[in-house]
């Protein structure tokens, strides 16, 4: 819905939404009509559009202010979602939002492009309108609902939610960067802000870096251990819960994009727009907001100098500058103006002529049919961001380039790079070099242009908005329904790590290629699996690996692996690879251990029906699946306390239905780790399906792919929901191998 419309008053159902989203602004802009009523209209931008859908499906509310000060509004719905206003004074807005959230922490975060402000009386004022916020919430929310809190004004609030509601399951996901320690820690309040975070379950972030910045930023000031994305939090009563903190690039609604690019209105009036730009050969074009962090100045300084050098001329080229105007009561954005504008006038006035501007700028901002003919018309885009979370313009231009081409320069501190990589790729700081690249991109050829814009679209539109939101709240949630198939945006990792030169295949074996079974010696793999197993040791470059918790001989009875498979066992205590077997050998007080253990387990299980003893070289397992359900969890606590107590020294692992207790330490993360080292690879694919998995998805890293089998929460960044569906993402891994491999040397034969 698009056009203003009035509300529909509700009463608010306290404790009544399975799903409410909190950010500072709602999703709905106010008007007020020619007879003095309110009227709303839906908020432009990706996050609405990704949760509008969402939200109307499970019930959902969204708190948030109104965009108008000192004033009250009533609950109400519109179009299908519960509005829940949160009240803003003009203070509010002064200390909280310009102030603490703009002019503190938003420089501190873009790297302190511009020295950040520390008040005390902002710091107060945030920390009252989150709870304000936060209150809000958990009046809404229902028993165990989920509650997603967004971006850096409400960093405090999952923390606060957390200690009026621990029933809650609360994300967040900050979209814009996270600082390193060193710059995050000159924060007065740094300690509190990342106490705050940790009140959610899961953090989100736009890049690797963001995620691993704050981890660090934990250890330093909270010491908790962390682990890869993992971070064992311990409250002040000593209970432990863990919190997730990854990234989740934020994408856009590529299909809608595109859609208004193919409109006919819109392409006419793309043609309209070069013509009233005097028809030049290219059209440059840059869209920000008018913001110090954005590489404005440096965009211009480059192109005055290329002028001036003669390596452009103003009656071919020209640069279309939109900066719509952005928090114009800050004083910095004032000066930043002032710079921008005087920068444009000083280029025009010296490379104008009388029918050719050197520069076109615009500080307003436009519709988005507007923005979609201006990227039509666009031969250039020109992305010089100095530190940006994401920076969705990029991503919008190749979605409305449906015709393949145009070219995309975009700077590598901004988000977006990490997954754009075949723009051109630059240093906005490096001028020379910037002016390099966008004579690379004016002089590019057509055929070149096509292959990089349609490399661009392909991984704009297998990751857009609704995927990016999807993906978090299966993450957050434990995607509790799973859905049967291989996801597209599955098929879309395996086909690009299919092309990495040296790729490890790791894989569990019990729940991934085998379903979960009664006797465990009777555990087989699913259907396929061996046939496409064998495909991929074939594959030149490929290493296979089997990574279970079962001891290394049981592994090898039910596995029956193909010949070069790599194998590792006890959760890595026993590993085989090209080298003979090294022989386990355990200290006398590891053997001493191992047989009190055994007598302890030989205790609880004796009495219970349905609870057996598995035996591992380093540690046992008590298995309680056949058992009854109050039955099972009784011993599994009784066990937990006892050997505790006993010998506190000993690894526990809680898996499905099942304790393990290891006299010597080691994880399916330390094996994969092992693994990666012994084959070299350059890529690892691992796929798992229980809670000792998540060791080994810890340790994967950016260019990993992570594969959940089944529900529950996951750090791997993909889910499938059976070992049939595994079956069929191994043997589409293998053709996409095969079609890479041939694409390689088809290349190599041309080239030669």
Not at 48 to 70: F, I, K, N, Y
Not at 462 to 483: C, K, M
Not at 609 to 632: D, N, Y
Request: aromatic share 6%; with cysteine.
């Amino acid at each position: 819905m698009t056009e203003a419309s009035p509300a529909v008053r509700t009463t608010v159902r306290h404790g009544a939404f399975s799903l409410v989203v909190v950010s500072n602004r709602l999703p709905v802009d106010h008007e007020t009509a020619a007879d003095g009523s309110d009227n709303w209209r839906t908020s432009p931008g990706g996050l609405v559009t990704a949760l509008e859908p969402l939200m109307r499906s499970s019930d959902g509310a969204w708190v948030g202010w109104p965009g108008v000060a000192d004033r009250d509004f009533e609950p109400f719905e519109y179009d299908g979602i519960s509005i829940l206003p949160v009240r803003l004074s003009k203070q509010d807005l002064e200390r909280y939002y310009e102030g603490f959230s703009n002019d503190t922490l938003w420089p501190l975060y873009h790297d302190v492009i511009a020295p950040p402000s520390y008040h005390r009386e902002w710091w107060e004022s945030y920390v009252a309108v989150n709870r304000r916020f936060a209150e809000a919430a958990a009046s809404a929310a229902a028993t165990g609902a989920t509650v997603w809190v967004q971006d850096y004004q409400l960093q405090l609030v999952p923390r606060m939610l957390r200690d009026a509601r621990p029933d809650l399951v609360i994300g967040f996901f900050n979209h814009i960067p996270f600082p390193p320690y060193g710059i995050y820690s000159q924060l007065p309040w740094r300690k509190q802000i990342i106490d705050g975070l940790l009140g959610a379950d899961l953090i989100g972030f736009q890049r690797v870096a963001d995620a691993g910045n704050f981890t660090r930023a934990v250890r330093r000031l909270q010491g908790f251990p962390t682990r890869g994305s993992a971070i064992d939090v311990t409250d002040s009563n000593g209970n432990s819960r863990r919190v997730i903190a990854k990234h989740f690039p934020i994408s856009i609604d590529s299909a809608g994009f595109e859609e208004i690019a193919k409109r006919p209105e819109v392409q006419e009036r793309a043609r309209q727009i070069r013509e009233d730009l005097g028809n030049p050969k290219t059209v440059m074009l840059g869209v920000d907001r008018l913001d110090y962090t954005k590489g404005i100045g440096h965009r211009i300084k480059a192109y005055g100098e290329l002028l001036q050098e003669g390596r452009l001329d103003v009656e071919d080229v020209i640069l279309v500058q939109v900066a719509s105007p952005s928090r114009e009561r800050v004083a910095a954005y004032m000066t930043l103006r002032d710079e921008i504008e005087l920068a444009v006038g000083r280029l025009n006035g010296d490379y104008s002529t009388i029918s050719h501007m050197a520069i076109s700028y615009h500080h307003q901002g436009y519709p988005r049919e507007e923005m979609v003919a201006l990227y039509l018309a666009a031969d250039v885009m020109l992305v010089t961001a100095l530190r940006d979370g994401m920076n969705l313009v990029a991503k919008e231009y190749c979605a409305v380039r449906f015709d393949a081409d145009g070219v995309l320069v975009l700077s590598e501190f901004a988000g977006a790079s990490d997954e754009l990589r075949q723009a051109i790729r630059i240093n906005p700081h490096d001028i020379d070099g910037l002016k390099d690249a966008i004579m690379l991109a004016v002089e590019m050829p057509k055929r070149e242009r096509t292959r990089r814009m349609r490399a661009l679209r392909r991984k704009v539109f297998d990751n857009d908005v609704s995927a990016w939101s999807a993906t978090f709240l299966d993450t957050l949630t434990g995607g509790a329904a799973v859905q049967a198939g291989v996801p597209e945006n599955l098929v879309s990792g395996l086909r690009e790590l299919a092309a990495e030169e040296t790729l490890l295949v790791a894989l569990d074996f019990d729940g991934v290629l085998a379903p979960l079974v009664d006797k465990p010696e009777d555990a087989r793999a699913v259907d396929g699996v061996r046939e496409a197993v064998g495909r991929l040791v074939e594959s030149p470059g490929v290493r296979v690996a089997f990574v279970s918790g079962r001891a290394l001989e049981s592994l090898r009875h039910v596995a029956d692996p193909e010949a070069g498979v790599l194998l590792a066992g006890s959760h890595g205590i026993e590993v085989q690879l090209d080298t003979p077997e090294i022989q386990l050998d355990l200290l006398p007080a590891e053997l001493e251990q191992l047989e009190t253990l055994t007598r302890v387990l030989d205790r609880i299980s004796g009495p219970v029906e349905g609870i057996w003893i598995e035996r591992k070289p380093a540690g046992l397992a008590l298995h309680t699946r056949l058992a009854t359900v109050q039955e099972g969890q009784a011993a599994l606590r009784e066990a937990r306390d006892q050997v505790g107590e006993i010998l506190p020294e000993l690894t526990i692992r809680e898996g499905k239905n099942v304790l393990e207790f290891s006299v010597r330490s080691s994880t399916k993360g330390d094996a994969l780790t092992r693994l990666r080292e012994h084959t070299g690879a350059g890529a690892v694919f691992y796929s798992g399906d229980d809670v000792t998995d998540e060791d080994a998805f810890s340790v994967l890293v950016d260019g990993d792919l992570g594969l959940k089998v089944g529900p529950g929460a996951s750090l791997a960044g993909y889910r499938v929901r059976s070992p049939e569906e595994v079956s069929q993402v191994l043997g589409l891994l293998a053709d996409f191998r095969g079609a890479a491999l041939a694409r390689h040397d088809d290349e190599t034969i041309s080239g030669q």
